[in-house]
């Protein structure tokens, strides 16, 4: 990993325990949120506090068509929070323009990331059809924001995804931080190039594309249409299959220095993984093994090899 700093996290704030909800209460993180914390600089919001609603508060829900919903309050549907809880968004990214990711809240009208309940004039249940109004803005305004509910975390592959895309946005963010360049941007993909190769082969091949010609280009421009691709890669769900093509081509650079049969062991497990047989982190720790023992400044380089930190230990279930 290069990054120095931790990367900057928002998270509901009732999932980071605070007593912030309508009734006065919490919501208790599941262990995927909590093993997060560690790892990340953790920032909490709530925006129904943020927009002056108080705790306790009246219950909001989502009334309307599935193409327009308001925020307005259970009891009376009188009072309409939709404007200032969508405004609230623009609050949170201008608090902390670092964030890389978000964690939403399973269900919330105001934080929920899908299928939140939407409610007609009468209070009657529609559909489960939504996002919750912060959400929608959130994402509206940074589409390039990763954002997932607790809910989802429980799945391995989405939560692994979430972190990669996390990690991924920080580097970037860093590298915007520390200027652009056509140089910087050619080296940043260099080092992407497995991951992105891993997460969707189209897009791998369109950033080499785009950058063909990078030092004739407005970097501005060419960066936005880099990082959105780069971005929009990372959230295809890589697969079994993806993932062990990426490994052997990688296992192709040890040719030279790793005996045959040592060889031969690797193109196995790298089998195995492919048939569902074992994890994701077996074949990656071998490895790290032979490149440990043959070091390549090259693949040392990919983010693929280490994109996240070890101990979050994500590989393990994919
Ligand atoms: S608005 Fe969001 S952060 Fe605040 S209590 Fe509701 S779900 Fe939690």
């Given at each position: 990993m290069t990054q120095q700093a931790k990367p900057v996290m928002g998270i509901g704030s009732c999932l980071a325990g605070n007593a912030v909800r309508y009734n006065g209460q919490t919501k208790s993180p599941n262990q995927y949120v909590r093993g997060l914390a560690d790892n990340f600089?953790?920032?909490?919001?709530?925006?129904?506090?943020?927009?002056?609603?108080?705790?306790?508060?009246?219950?909001?829900?989502?009334?309307?068509?599935?193409?327009?919903?308001?925020?307005?309050?259970?009891?009376?549907?009188?009072?309409?929070?939709?404007?200032?809880?969508?405004?609230?968004?623009?609050?949170?990214?201008?608090?902390?323009?670092?964030?890389?990711?978000?964690?939403?809240?399973?269900?919330?009208?105001?934080?929920?990331?899908?299928?939140?309940?939407?409610?007609?004039?009468?209070?009657?249940?529609?559909?489960?059809?939504?996002?919750?109004?912060?959400?929608?803005?959130?994402?509206?305004?940074?589409?390039?924001?990763?954002?997932?509910?607790?809910?989802?975390?429980?799945?391995?592959?989405?939560?692994?995804?979430?972190?990669?895309?996390?990690?991924?946005?920080?580097d970037w963010k860093q590298l915007v931080a520390r200027g652009l360049s056509a140089r910087n941007l050619i080296d940043f993909y260099s080092r992407y190039k497995y991951l992105a190769m891993a997460h969707h082969v189209p897009s791998y091949k369109a950033l080499g594309r785009m950058l063909a010609d990078a030092g004739k280009r407005d970097i501005s421009a060419l960066a936005e249409q880099f990082v959105s691709t780069l971005m929009a890669a990372l959230t295809q769900r890589a697969t079994r299959r993806s993932h062990s093509n990426v490994l052997y081509h990688l296992s192709g650079y040890l040719k030279r220095d790793v005996p045959g049969p040592e060889r031969q062991r690797l193109k196995a497990l790298i089998d195995q993984y492919r048939l569902g047989q074992i994890p994701l982190v077996v074949p990656i720790t071998m490895l790290k093994h032979h490149f440990a023992n043959s070091p390549n400044a090259y693949i040392d380089s990919q983010v693929f090899m280490a994109p996240y930190p070890d101990e979050l230990q994500l590989r393990n279930l994919v």
């Open positions: 600089e953790m920032r909490a919001f709530c925006p129904e506090m943020g927009a002056g609603m108080g705790v306790p508060r009246p219950p909001i829900h989502l009334v309307g068509s599935e193409t327009q919903v308001r925020a307005l309050d259970v009891d009376t549907h009188n009072n309409d929070f939709t404007d200032k809880l969508t405004a609230y968004a623009n609050t949170v990214l201008s608090l902390a323009p670092e964030l890389c990711a978000y964690i939403l809240v399973k269900g919330s009208p105001s934080c929920g990331y899908e299928r939140v309940k939407r409610y007609g004039e009468n209070g009657h249940t529609i559909a489960s059809d939504q996002q919750g109004v912060f959400a929608v803005a959130l994402a509206r305004l940074d589409p390039l924001l990763p954002l997932e509910d607790d809910g989802r975390l429980n799945d391995p592959g989405l939560r692994e995804s979430f972190v990669t895309r996390a990690y991924a946005y920080h």
